[in-house]
Every structure is written in structure tokens, then in C-alpha cells.
């Protein structure tokens, strides 16, 4: 099976532009996750999608945002890039079982963006 | 709020040398702490869930167990390709969202 899948995997912006970047879950998965990763934070959630819909949000600005199409597959976008925004971006993927069910997050290579 | 400690923050081994990594968690209730190994440029690669105190959980050189407060990897003989960051987060009930810790960079010299 194969497995989640980031694009771009690089990408250089400046400041004060926007980007989207794309995530492809694991066939029959439906919840897909975004998360920040930066050296002096760690990681952080930033939202999760489920069913087209957004189910949960992390401390992040309205600057950043995401959507998810009907084939589970799921786009964030920053806007008005700020220097800080420069970061790893992973998605994961999962089931998207609720409450007590146990299910896994598995996780894309991410996009390095690196903001100038 | 829920968080997760990671000790230590780096540790260098010698190829063979065991030891173990902690993870300290406050959650509001647990729904299932992971394991992920994490190297350079890469995506954490999962590697073990626990759901409840007392479990224990095998993977090659790998072993998690997990107490109500922390969790413990082992890596029994390592080899220098177990060399990266380990990550350790925990789920709350009810929630999608995971919650990291920094991370223990281990390095496994030959």
C-alpha cells in the first residue's frame, strides 16, 4: 500500500506571499492531519480534516488554512508568509475513527518551506 | 493542558551498549501513546502504540512499555543504523490531534 504522499518536497517563498501545499493519504484513509515541525517548537498540530470537513484546530493565525476534496486528499495554505513560517510541514493520515477506537497516524515526508 | 517531556534530549551509545529513553505525559485521559523514529529531512516513521498501563510492545531492538505517568523505550545492542531523533506523543480521548515531545536524538557510534 502505498504510503502518504507530500508535494512539493521544497519550496522558497518571500515574505508576504502565499503557497499551498498538497497531501495524499493512504488509500481508504480519511482523516488527514497537518503539523508544523520547526527546530525550536517541535511539533505542532495545526488542524485536522475529516470528510471534506475541518474537525479540529490547533494555536495557529487564520493565516493558515486547509481543505479536503471528496478523495480524502487534503491542501493547506499560509498566506502573508512571515520569516517564522519557515518550517517542515508534515501531513499525517488516518482512519478517522472517533472516541475510543484506536487507529494510527501515519506521516508524509513533509515540505521544507523556507520563507526569505 | 496536555504535554509531553523527553529525557534526555541527546544521548551517544556505543554499538552494543543498551539503555532507554523516557517519556514523561500529563493527558486528561489517554487514548494511546505513540512512538515514532524521525530521521534527518524525513517524516516520523511509526513505530509503537500503547493504549493502557502495563503494556508492552517489540520490535526488532525495540521495546515500549507504559506506565499511568511515563514510557519507556529500550533499544537492547543498537547498531549505528538505529541512529536518529525518537519521538514520543499521547492522544487524549476523544481527540485527533497528537501532542510531542521534543524528541531524544540518539546517536550509535560503530
Known amino acids: 500500500k502505498a504510503g502518504v504522499t507530500q508535494t512539493p518536497r521544497y519550496l522558497i517563498k518571500t515574505r508576504g506571499q502565499q503557497v499551498t501545499l498538497s497531501c495524499s493519504p493512504i488509500s481508504g484513509h480519511r482523516s488527514v492531519s497537518w503539523y508544523q515541525q520547526t527546530p525550536g517548537q517541535g511539533l505542532q498540530f495545526l488542524f485536522e480534516y475529516f470528510s471534506e470537513t475541518q474537525r479540529n484546530k490547533g494555536n495557529f493565525p487564520g493565516r493558515f488554512s486547509g481543505r479536503q476534496f471528496s478523495n480524502s486528499r487534503s491542501e493547506m495554505n499560509v498566506s502573508t508568509l512571515e520569516l517564522g513560517d519557515s518550517a517542515l510541514y508534515l501531513c499525517a493520515s488516518s482512519l478517522g475513527n472517533s472516541g475510543g477506537t484506536k487507529e494510527t497516524q501515519y506521516f508524509g515526508p513533509g515540505t521544507r518551506l523556507l520563507v526569505l | 493542558e496536555d504535554q509531553v517531556t523527553q529525557s534526555p534530549e541527546a544521548l551517544r551509545l556505543q554499538e552494543g551498549e543498551s539503555s532507554s529513553l523516557n517519556c514523561s505525559y500529563t493527558?486528561?485521559?489517554?487514548?494511546?501513546l505513540f512512538w515514532y523514529r524521525q530521521d534527518p529531512g524525513k517524516g516520523p516513521e511509526f513505530l509503537f502504540t500503547?493504549?493502557?498501563a502495563g503494556e508492552e510492545k517489540e520490535k526488532e531492538r525495540l521495546k515500549a512499555t507504559l506506565t499511568k505517568k511515563e514510557s519507556f523505550l529500550h533499544i537492547t545492542a543498537p547498531k549505528p543504523e538505529d541512529s536518529a531523533t525518537y519521538l514520543c506523543a499521547v492522544q487524549a480521548e476523544g481527540a485527533q490531534k497528537l501532542v510531542f515531545g521534543q524528541g531524544t536524538r540518539l546517536t550509535i557510534n560503530p
Open positions: 500503547l493504549y493502557s
Open positions: 493527558v486528561s485521559g489517554l487514548r494511546g
